[in-house]
């Protein structure tokens, strides 16, 4: 079983829908988590950087960490276009971000 | 540079030969990072050199796999007698430092090996 699981998707919505994407985790000692969004042919590119349990809101985007439940979740308000690209979630032990764990990703299409 | 640059962008390959794939940081940037991302899956860590220490190679898969960095700069990975499941995409990231949580990502180099 892997270290970080991620809802495999894709995941396909209508402009303007609200998105949730989710990772759960089974290594507790996770304290940082993180999204990234790739766009296709891309590096991936932080989106939301959360420390610790507790909620962090960004524009339209918001980052939940629930680590009683091992659980992540990223929501997208006001889906557009634009949107459309993978996320990956990430998480890690300590503030060294690039030896993190990451998820598969979830391909998101937002369709006008 | 404005941002973090790899060459080529894609490299072809027949099983066997050697592959040198390059990431030129931001610049100022100390740390740098190597990543492969096979077809549908998140980012395997590779490689990690900070400053001048010693680099952290507990990602690499095999010794057929090394990187270098030269002068605190560019970054060379090199992938000898190349296998049909080498075939990915290789990312590179750089940091201002170890503990900045801003990674910042190149296009990265889609190898094919046939």
């Known amino acids: 079983q892997k270290e970080v699981e991620q809802d495999p998707g894709p995941l396909s919505v209508p402009e303007g829908a609200i998105v949730s994407l989710n990772c759960t985790y089974s290594n507790s000692a996770f304290q940082y988590f993180m999204w990234y969004r790739q766009y296709s042919r891309k590096g991936p590119e932080l989106l939301m950087y959360t420390y610790s349990s507790g909620n962090k809101e960004d524009g339209r985007f918001t980052a939940q960490v629930d680590k009683s439940s091992k659980y992540i979740s990223l929501f997208i308000r006001d889906s557009q276009p634009s949107d459309s690209a993978t996320y990956l979630c990430?998480?890690?032990?300590?503030?060294?971000?690039?030896?993190?764990?990451f998820g598969d990703g979830t391909t998101l299409t937002v369709k006008p | 540079g404005a941002g973090v640059s790899q060459s080529p962008s894609n490299k072809v390959t027949e099983k066997g030969k050697d592959v040198e794939l390059r990431c030129d940081p931001i610049s100022g940037h100390t740390a740098l990072y190597w990543y492969r991302q096979s077809l549908g899956q998140g980012l395997e860590f590779l490689i990690y050199f900070q400053g001048n220490s010693a680099p952290d190679k507990s990602g690499l898969p095999s010794d057929r796999f090394s990187a270098e960095r030269t002068g605190g700069s560019v970054s060379t990975l090199t992938i000898q007698r190349t296998q049909q499941e080498d075939s990915a995409v290789y990312l590179c990231?750089?940091?201002?430092?170890?503990?900045?949580?801003?990674?910042?990502f190149g296009s990265g180099t889609q190898l094919s090996v046939l």
């Open positions: 990430a998480m890690s032990q300590n503030t060294n971000a690039g030896k993190s764990t």
């Open positions: 990231a750089s940091s201002f430092r170890r503990t900045n949580e801003k990674l910042f």
